[in-house]
């Protein structure tokens, strides 16, 4: 392929107009409570249907781009994350926000974002194929075992001890069973409401479990730390600590936007998943494991890299087979067919340059998104000027809003309030909340790929070790979990060990 | 002769007048029409909804706001249409579900429920294996089927679902167990085809269009297309037509449609309006840009092929043991 052809393709005035206003569009969707990446892309769809392929294609990629990212600024300054890929390290955000430097949370999470997506798109573009290879792989079996692989995470984030963790796990998986069973289609804990067919959705979650518990926390409490304004330091400063804290973390960006990548890869995964198993991946191997979620930039700088990493790997299995990684991909190729494009491994070679273009736009976006990320973060921040007891529960209509618009019902805002309480109970039980939300996030995965295993060995549970990508990741996450069981003995014996005393969580 | 001219003039007339009577239909809305879509958005049912939307927008000059209203395995969507007021300000795409839904137990709603307005899309199934499969024809595979019951698995969509349907009917038909091919429910066409290339299950069936790029590229063999006629796109793929001696066929199809009880004068102006959108140009450039062929049907055989599909796929869905 004509590098200039490529070049000249991604420069086209067009598609840069469209990649800037699709990076600021992502940036708005992506900070709003409530607003993900997904429906970012979902409310473009109509408008792609009047754009070529490759300008189609550009949005999509600039949309996801910057929302993901900007999921990370509700997060910091109010705790709300705007996506469930920015829950895992929503503490520590959070904790430095109130610690008076917002604006350096920010940009570290915006420079780990912008690295981690450029990792992310140069093995997309470098070895698409071969990781689609290592994706055909994946059956029911291999799926549900990354998938308990993302559960056991939970246990690793957050400051809390294991048993916490564990409760926290626990009750998201038991919200996740609402709904219909995915695999013989019987209404579960419905009671006849038919919008609670689809079970709950993570949008209402998130918005209830940390927006409206915070919210209740903060309404028994006269603290003017937690009511009044925040403190913002100045542009220029955090600019210089948030590259500080990313350069000084070369190895944490390189390893998770590798891992991310490769995560995002696999069907079922997603970014939500790549940034859990990245942010335990940096606990477990950092020499502070102690400081994580307070405040801590470890952990950010991973979550934040692999997130925007997995973004590019969720395209290899859609562009070299047809089907899509996660449900933005799902989208991106109901788009293509429309414009008469096939993916598949043809589409190499007969639409090469609008698969090179996908990989420039991705480039441009990445690119773009550090100025419109930087005025995101100004415009967020202009907001704090607002008294908190003011500004919270203003965005958090504005959320609950996004949560009716999702279902079209009023059930949604129950939903929030339900929720809502069950989190303020939770945190006043010192239970972290962030485990509960990946557990409503896999819940669903975990018992869908488990049943299905199931029925296809007719009951046989040897079957989960019959292949041998399979196995290999069986015997890793019961080794874990092992691990985790005896720790939790442990700690429940009364010999809790030092890295992981419990933090006040507040 | 002059009486007998005299009747044949009255009698023109009076047809005449009835159908004046009946119908002018030149209604035309004159706000914002709601254009319920019951899957998510840049699906099959989503494409060609949004652009029968924005033709009609274009012809009649209000808006048509397409809202994906998904769930439920289509029970919210199809709800939606049901429910609204029947006056022409709510149509939606009705799709193939409507007529197995009720048969598994998931809704009250039926075709009954609706009142089609004209045919948009008819997507046939498919009979899918992977590259290294030992089965080359679909005969081989419905011998080995018959030969040993239980031991194949497929997949495509949720249990009762429209794919699986296809795969339990095909069965049914040339005299096998509906579960020769053990079915194995999927979140849908592309975790089903995921699992096909990854060697989870041994045949897939999902639309012969969500299967195409993986056709094309290799990776999985298609060994039949459960229609009358070839496709188009894949032309040396042989349909169950040809092949079975119980010429068993089944697609899903997309409608669109109002409530039951729109009226008539607004039922034929939205059939009048749709069929003249279908005969452009435009429209078959869109069909042909999804390699799909234009269908078209009148209100009354669209009635009578949804009374006729219910009681079809009942049957199928009661052979296989899942009617409720």
Not at chain 1, 369 to 380: N, P, Q, R
Not at chain 1, 421 to 431: D, K, N, R, V
Not at chain 2, 4 to 28: F, H, M, N, P, R
Not at chain 2, 62 to 80: D, E, I, K, L, Y
Request: with cysteine; hydrophobic share 50%.
């Amino acid at each position: 392929m004509d590098i200039a052809a490529i070049l000249a393709a991604v420069l086209a005035p067009k598609l840069v107009v469209t990649v800037v206003v699709c990076t600021f569009y992502g940036a708005f969707v992506g900070a709003m409570p409530g607003l993900t990446a997904t429906m970012a892309v979902a409310l473009l769809v109509p408008f792609t249907y009047f754009m070529d392929p490759a300008q189609a294609v550009a949005a999509i990629v600039a949309t996801t781009t910057t929302a993901i990212f900007a999921g990370d600024i509700s997060g910091a300054l109010l705790r709300m994350p705007g996506t469930p890929a920015s829950a895992a390290y929503v503490e520590d955000s959070y904790a430095m926000a109130r610690g008076g430097r917002p604006r350096t949370a920010l940009f570290v999470s915006l420079f780990a974002a912008c690295i981690g997506g450029i990792i992310g798109v140069a093995i997309l573009s470098a070895a698409a194929p071969q990781l689609a290879r290592v994706a055909a792989r994946f059956s029911s079996d291999e799926m549900f075992w990354l998938a308990c692989l993302g559960l056991s995470c939970a246990v690793f984030v957050g400051g809390a001890s294991v048993p916490r963790n564990f409760a926290s796990l626990f009750i998201g998986l038991a919200i996740a069973t609402v709904g219909i069973d995915v695999a013989v289609g019987h209404p579960r804990f419905t009671f006849g409401i038919n919008d609670l067919l689809d079970g709950i959705s993570f949008i209402p979650a998130m918005i209830g479990m940390f927006a409206v518990a915070e919210l209740l926390r903060n309404a028994e409490t006269r603290d003017p730390v937690r009511l009044g304004r925040l403190k913002v330091e100045g542009l220029g400063k955090a600019v210089a600590a948030g590259w500080r804290e990313v350069r000084g973390r070369k190895i944490n960006v390189a390893r998770s936007g590798i891992a991310g990548t490769v995560i995002g890869s696999l069907p079922g995964a997603g970014a939500d998943v790549a940034a859990w198993i990245c942010y335990a991946i940096s606990r477990r191997f950092s020499r502070t494991p102690e400081r994580f979620g307070k405040g801590h930039t470890e952990g950010m700088i991973d979550g934040g890299a692999a997130n925007n990493a997995a973004l590019a790997g969720a395209w290899t299995p859609a562009l070299v087979f047809g089907i899509p990684g996660d449900s933005v991909t799902a989208i991106a190729i109901g788009v293509l067919l429309m414009k008469g494009l096939t993916p598949g491994p043809q589409i190499f070679s007969t639409d090469a340059l609008l698969v090179y273009t996908l990989f420039g736009s991705f480039f441009l976006a990445n690119l773009v998104m550090l100025l419109s990320g930087t005025l995101a973060i100004l415009a967020a921040t202009f907001l704090l000027r607002a008294p908190r007891s003011v500004l919270m529960p203003s965005v958090l209509i504005l959320s609950m809003l996004g949560a009716y618009a999702i279902l079209g019902s009023t059930t949604a805002i129950w939903i929030v309030l339900a929720l809502g309480l069950l989190g303020y109970l939770m945190s006043h039980a010192e239970i972290p909340i962030a485990p509960a939300i990946l557990g409503i996030v896999l819940g669903q995965v975990v018992e869908d790929n488990f049943m299905v295993s199931m029925m296809k060995a007719q009951g046989d549970l040897s079957g989960f070790f019959a292949r041998e990508t399979a196995a290999f990741l069986g015997v890793a996450t019961i080794l874990i979990w092992g691990l985790l069981l005896v720790r939790a003995g442990l700690e429940l014996a009364g010999r809790r060990p030092a890295a992981s005393s419990r933090e006040t969580n507040t | 002769m002059k009486t007998l001219l005299t009747t044949a003039a009255s009698a023109a007339v009076l047809a005449l007048s009835a159908v004046a009577a009946q119908a002018q239909c030149d209604w035309k809305p004159e706000r914002a029409v709601t254009y319920i879509v019951p899957w998510g958005a840049g699906g099959g049912t989503d494409a060609n909804s949004r652009m029968v939307a924005s033709m009609l927008e274009r012809k009649w000059g209000v808006p048509f706001n397409v809202v994906n209203r998904t769930g439920g395995n289509g029970v919210t969507g199809h709800s939606a249409i049901a429910n609204a007021e029947p006056d022409g300000y709510t149509i939606g795409a009705a799709t193939v579900e409507i007529n197995t839904m009720h048969w598994v137990g998931l809704t009250d709603l039926t075709y009954e429920d609706i009142t089609p307005l004209a045919l948009v899309d008819i997507v046939p199934a498919s009979v899918l294996v992977r590259k290294d499969s030992p089965f080359e024809s679909l005969q081989d595979l419905l011998d080995h089927a018959r030969e040993n019951p239980g031991e194949l698995t497929a997949s495509g969509t949720s249990q009762g679902g429209i794919w699986h349907l296809a795969l339990a009917g095909m069965l049914n038909a040339e005299g096998l167990a509906p579960d020769a091919i053990r079915w194995i429910p999927s979140q849908g066409a592309a975790p089903a085809l995921q699992e096909l290339i990854a060697g989870g299950v041994d045949v897939a069936t999902p639309a012969l269009s969500e299967g195409k790029s993986l056709v094309e590229s290799g990776e999985v063999r298609a060994l039949a297309y459960m229609h009358d006629t070839r496709m188009e796109a894949l032309p040396d793929v042989p349909t169950t037509k040809e092949l079975l001696d119980s010429g068993w066929t089944l697609a899903a199809w997309i409608t669109v449609s109002g409530p039951a009880g729109l009226p008539e004068e607004i039922a034929c102006s939205y059939e009048a309006a749709l069929s003249e959108l279908f005969a452009t140009e435009e429209w078959a450039e869109f069909k042909a840009s999804r390699g799909a062929d234009v269908v078209s049907m009148s209100r009354e055989e669209l009635a009578e092929m949804l009374r006729t599909s219910n009681v079809a796929l009942g049957e199928t869905i009661e052979a296989i043991g899942l009617a409720k």
